[in-house]
């Protein structure tokens, strides 16, 4: 059974660092690109980063370039960002998902999401 | 980047209606539209991928349709069970984008 599990959600202040984790299980890791999509609170979906099977290709939306930094360890099935000089508006849930890029791609696999706070 | 601007917003409706929703593109993505369905407190759910193909245990009420710029997402019969929110997805470009989302509401 394909699992992620997100981590690393908290509150932090304006301009502080977290760094979320998403471990995968049920499926080789290293053979799928994957990808943050993130929710503010009462709000839709917004793409946040993406990186390639093998770390060759990486992609940000531009409201976090800069700031933050997508990376994976394909020998501990594991998922990462790293936020840095967080605002109030990179408050949300944080969803890891797994890419199906055979074809036609598509996001098939979704974390249950961490939240990330960011207050005074 | 693509923009991609669903329509409606919100939209009430009964069990058993027939419901449509629609989606459009900034610029032609061919079929690289993708469908979700997410319940309050929970993950977005696949439903539709490659604008029209049915994923993988999706009830056959959902379908999917259009191309280029324009699209569509149909529910034949609604059930208890469809009242949530919808996001069509484009990944035509890497910088995958999301429409703002169809609330889906019992009338």
Redesign the interface.
């Known amino acids: 059974e394909v699992q992620l599990v997100e981590s690393g959600g908290g509150l932090v202040k304006p301009g502080g660092s977290l760094r979320l984790s998403c471990a995968a299980s049920g499926f080789t890791f290293s053979s799928y690109s994957m990808?943050w999509?993130r929710q503010a609170p009462g709000k839709?979906?917004?793409?946040v980063s993406?990186i390639s099977s093998s770390s060759s290709?990486i992609?940000y939306?531009?409201s976090v370039k800069g700031r933050f930094t997508i990376s994976r360890d394909n020998a501990k099935n594991s998922l990462y960002l790293q936020m840095n000089s967080l605002r109030a508006e990179d408050t949300a849930v944080y969803?890891c998902a797994r890419v199906?890029t055979s074809?036609?791609?598509?996001?098939?696999y979704?974390?249950?999401?961490t939240l990330v706070t960011v207050s005074s | 980047d693509i923009q991609m601007t669903q329509s409606p917003s919100s939209l009430s409706a009964s069990v058993g209606d027939r419901v449509t929703i629609t989606c459009r593109a900034s610029q032609s993505i061919s079929s690289y539209l993708n469908w979700y369905q997410q319940k309050p407190g929970k993950a977005p759910k696949l439903l539709i991928y490659a604008a029209s193909s049915l994923q993988s245990g999706v009830p056959s009420r959902f379908s999917g349709s259009g191309s280029g710029t324009d699209f569509t997402l149909t529910i034949s019969s609604l059930q208890p069970e469809d009242f949530a929110t919808y996001y069509c997805q484009q990944s035509y470009s890497t910088l995958y984008s999301f429409g703002q989302g169809t609330k889906l509401e019992i009338k």
């Open positions: 990808n999509v839709g979906l917004e793409w993406s290709y992609y939306a531009d969803y199906l074809g036609w791609p598509n996001f098939d979704w974390g249950q999401g």
